[in-house]
């Protein structure tokens, strides 16, 4: 799909009321694939690669969040969406917020999946570098990004590892990092009190790096649903795919006016 930002590249199903899927960073579409078709009966469901990634352009400027997000408005537009529910995972997640805060009028319902939230205090944290590898001549680089990512990922599940690296590679070693990076930088208090749409925080209770800020994201949303799934970790969505899809069509399908209740749901199975 050719876009004011660039070409972005997409994968759909389904008719019904339109809902956008944001992945993570390095991944692609591909992180919703088994997510998609359980979406689908009753939602239009549209999986876009974030500018830069998968398949889509990769701009020669360095993207921050709020590039990602003018991307997605730009899509969204030549889409013809002029309104439409908004999921976002990790890095998807922080661009769900800009492009929900800066366009409130265009969002229905917003779910935020494994989501940080870098403000004042969470610009402070000293975030590792996740996948930055130098390459070298013999490709020993390749099984360096695995190990680096092996953690992230259930050990049972080596496909999805297969996949990541897939999509990292799409990226290019050099800017692989680039995302995270984007996220560490971005001043989410600014677009968060311009949130409007009703709210789903979904977490994972083993994703070491969103549980944590759970609470702070929720006191920027104070009227938002939780869904805290037992044993999902930060590989929730292409983990998960089940639960996960249960948790976001609850939300969808729920009457707008019962979307706000602050409590916090516990599904799903132990790890």
């Known amino acids: 799909m050719s876009t004011r930002e660039g ?14 899927l944001l992945h993570q960073t390095p991944r692609s579409w591909d992180e919703y694939r088994d997510v998609i078709p359980l979406l689908a009966p009753t939602h239009r469901v ?11 352009d990769k701009p020669d400027r360095l993207m921050n969040v709020e590039a990602f997000g003018r991307a997605v408005i730009a899509f969204a537009d ?19 917020v800009e492009v929900a805060g800066r366009n409130p009028a265009r969002i229905d319902k917003l779910v935020l999946s ?29 099984m360096e990004l ?12 080596p496909d999805l590892l297969d996949r990541f690296v897939l999509d990292a590679l799409k990226v ?11 996220v560490n930088s971005f001043r989410i208090e600014d677009p968060l009190p311009s949130v409007t749409a009703p709210t789903l925080l979904i977490c994972g209770t083993e994703d070491w790096a969103a549980l944590p800020e759970q609470d702070k994201l929720a006191s920027y949303l104070p009227r938002c649903q939780r869904v805290l799934v037992k044993g999902g970790g930060i590989a929730l969505v292409d983990h998960m795919p089940g639960e996960f899809a249960e ?25």
Do not use: N
């Open 172 to 182: 290019g070693l050099d800017r692989v990092e680039e995302g995270h990076d984007a």
């Open 78 to 96: 030549a889409l013809g969406l002029d309104r439409f529910s908004l999921v976002g995972h990790h890095t998807g997640g922080v661009i769900a």
């Open 46 to 56: 549209i999986a876009m690669d974030t500018i830069g990634f998968g398949d889509s």
């Open 7 to 20: 070409r972005i590249h997409y994968v759909q199903a389904g008719d019904g009321p339109p809902v956008l």
């Open 247 to 271: 948790a976001v069509l609850g939300f969808l399908l729920a009457d707008s006016q019962a979307t706000g209740s602050g409590a916090t749901d516990v599904r799903g199975r132990e790890a």
């Open 114 to 142: 494994g989501t940080t939230c870098p403000d004042g205090e969470g610009r402070k944290r000293d975030w590792p570098s996740i996948d930055a590898v130098d390459t070298t001549h013999d490709g020993s680089h390749m």
């Open 146 to 157: 695995w190990r680096k990512r092996l953690p992230y990922y259930p050990v049972d599940r």
